[in-house]
């Protein structure tokens, strides 16, 4: 199993900047991808970014593209979703997940088999 640890999360006024962090610990070896969703209120889970682990390569929701940055250190097993010019409506819980294997759609959650506990994003006009 793996499991997945956020932080960063809190309170920022439109315009502002947030680094979110998910450490992961366990079965690290079968890492492959690592993603970020959120969910806000009253709203489905949706994706926001995701990353290869071998070759880092990036994928982004269409909404955050220009904004939002997903990276990885492979050392510390950890990856980061770097959020820039937020807005109000990019309030919502912030979840990490983790799948090992290969898959067409990477934007979907039945991709990831491990979750984080979710950190709250509050963007305030």
């Known amino acids: 199993q793996v499991q997945l640890v956020e932080s960063g999360g809190g309170l920022v006024q439109a315009g502002g900047s947030l680094r979110l962090s998910c450490a992961a610990s366990g079965r690290t070896s079968s890492l492959y991808r690592m993603g970020w969703f959120r969910q806000g209120p009253g709203k489905e889970r949706e994706f926001v970014a995701a990353i290869s682990w071998s070759r880092g390569t990036t994928y982004y929701a269409d909404s955050v593209k220009g904004r939002l940055t997903i990276s990885r250190d492979s050392a510390k097993n950890t990856v980061y979703l770097q959020m820039n010019s937020l807005k109000p409506e990019d309030t919502a819980v912030y979840y990490c997940?983790?799948?090992?294997?290969?898959?067409?759609?990477?934007?979907?959650?039945?991709?990831?088999?491990?979750w984080g506990q979710g950190t709250q994003v509050t963007v305030s006009s």
């Open positions: 997940a983790t799948g090992a294997a290969r898959v067409r759609d990477v934007t979907t959650t039945q991709a990831y088999d491990y």
